[in-house]
């Protein structure tokens, strides 16, 4: 049963690179960084959102380029923030999240949105007590409210962007 | 009992950080197995189309531009890494007396860049549908962007930070690195915006075709490139001015 999803999941998504992906693996490199950086935090009710973090589901539309950009947004982001040399870890995790919207996208873009907060809540939680004095038990309802929040902003962005535009490298195929 | 305490939260530490690396190495096994033909995919990219310069003959710049990357890879990472050194050196970090840099114009370039970044993908992406009209436009548009960068950081950041003293690269090691690396990155933004000009004469010349965008193809990958080094530099000399290493 595993075998054979990840044998229908992984036979449509052999990574293929092209020098045309590098505008794309910047500009989600930058929406991650910029965001994070430049724009303060947005507030829905007592949580922050990361910018950043509502650009994951539309790993869905813009493939890996998009998959390599956040996690280099989210390294860049972290340099620039105070944070503990642990915390340099946490674009790997992101990484292994988006990879699991990209792998899920033709299954459900929402089951990989929902493994990426899975994953990200779990490490915020882990970390954040090693870093601060945040206590596990405030860290895992904050993480994980805060970062499904961001990404079902993101998702809701997401099926907007699918409805109203159509793949752009099909459609340049196609001409 | 602290001793036992402190001892079980470094193991917690070191275990989780153990667990993470291992579940990240499990994912990139995955990923790199998934990928078929990385040497051949490695290769492909890049690879861009060719394009007609010398007098109709066709001329492939692929390796011009992996070159110039290649160049410019080396020349920033030769920069960063003396930043790092001087930085993991001196310990304070900035150092005492460096004053706090207003970041309202960097943010207001890495706007300007995000938007020209995304205008020239635009721009490349309707040439391809053999919409020149937009393509055009769109190629404009990121000149004039470009060549806000380069206004605003050598005709308002610079003088303010120079003439009123706030800032000068003899002031401290920030001030010598920040103007260095600011300075390098801000002649290359330059060199994009001359090379976005030569595309804009040649776009309007009629010169490229959805089967013929070799050369604006090679100046947007450089102007990503130039743009994802100035995030580098946002975080660092902005944001991230004062961090602790």
């Known amino acids: 049963m595993v075998v054979s999803i990840r044998f229908d999941v992984a036979r449509e998504s052999t990574v293929d690179l092209k020098l045309e992906d590098f505008g794309a693996f910047v500009i989600f490199t930058a929406i991650y960084a910029a965001g994070s950086l430049g724009l303060p935090k947005l507030h829905i009710l007592a949580y922050q959102l990361t910018v950043g973090e509502m650009a994951a589901p539309f790993v869905a539309i813009f493939g890996i380029p998009a998959v390599f950009g956040l996690t280099l947004g989210q390294f860049i982001a972290n340099l620039g923030f105070e944070v503990a040399p642990v915390a340099m870890l946490s674009p790997a995790i992101s990484f292994v999240g988006l990879i699991a919207i990209y792998y899920l996208r033709k299954l459900s873009t929402l089951g990989g949105c929902i493994i990426y907060i899975l994953i990200t809540s779990l490490w915020i939680t882990y970390l954040l007590p090693q870093i601060s004095n945040i206590s596990t038990s405030v860290a895992a309802p904050s993480a994980f409210l805060e970062q499904s929040v961001a990404v079902m902003v993101g998702y809701v962005g997401y099926l907007i962007a699918k409805r109203t535009m159509a793949n752009p490298k099909a459609q340049v195929q196609k001409h | ?245």
């Open chain 2, 1 to 245: 009992m602290t001793g036992i305490f402190l001892l079980l939260k470094g193991l917690v530490l070191y275990a989780g950080i153990l667990m993470a690396l291992s579940f990240v190495g499990i994912v990139v096994i995955f990923l790199y197995s998934d990928t078929k033909n990385w040497s051949a995919s490695l290769s492909k990219f890049g690879r861009i189309p060719r394009d007609t310069v010398l007098g109709g003959f066709p001329v492939d710049i692929s390796l011009t531009i992996q070159i110039i990357i290649m160049t410019e890879l080396l020349l920033f990472g030769g920069a960063f890494a003396m930043y790092f050194a001087i930085r993991i050196r001196m310990g304070i970090w900035p150092p005492l007396g460096t004053p706090t840099l207003d970041d309202t114009i960097a943010k207001i370039q890495t706007l300007i860049l995000i938007s020209s970044s995304i205008l020239v993908e635009l721009a490349v992406y309707k040439l391809k549908q053999g919409n020149q009209r937009a393509f055009r436009a769109g190629l404009i548009g990121t000149t004039i962007l470009g060549a806000m960068f380069p206004i605003l950081q050598f005709g308002f950041e610079w003088p303010h930070l120079l003439l009123n003293n706030i800032l000068t690269p003899s002031t401290n090691f920030f001030g010598a690195t920040f103007f260095l690396l600011t300075g390098i990155h801000g002649v290359h933004v330059v060199a994009g915006v001359l090379a976005f000009s030569y595309t804009d004469v040649r776009a309007f010349m009629g010169q490229y075709s959805p089967k013929n965008h070799g050369f604006v193809e090679a100046t947007s990958t450089y102007w990503h490139f130039v743009h994802i080094i100035w995030l580098f530099l946002f975080a660092l000399m902005w944001q991230g001015s004062r961090l602790l290493i």
